[in-house]
């Protein structure tokens, strides 16, 4: 099979209305909005400073960086 015989298929989702999800919730709520977000595979969340235990309450201040596997 040549390479011009493969498809790539990309799955896109709100990346503002999960910022919007996000907001204000705590870490441990990540698992639980992500149900909302089938093509979302897997996620990580940073938050810093390290005791934060919760996403900032502006969505602006949320940043979502999205990585496709290989």
Excluded: H
């Amino acid at each position: 099979m040549c390479s011009s015989d493969l498809a790539r298929i990309i799955w896109v989702f709100d990346e503002e209305q999960l910022k919007q999800d996000l907001s204000g919730r705590p870490r441990t709520a990540l698992p639980t909005i992500l149900e909302g977000y089938p093509s979302v595979d897997k996620a990580k969340a940073v938050l810093r400073p390290l005791w934060k235990q919760s996403f900032p309450v502006n969505p602006e201040k949320i940043n979502v960086e999205v990585r496709l596997a290989e």
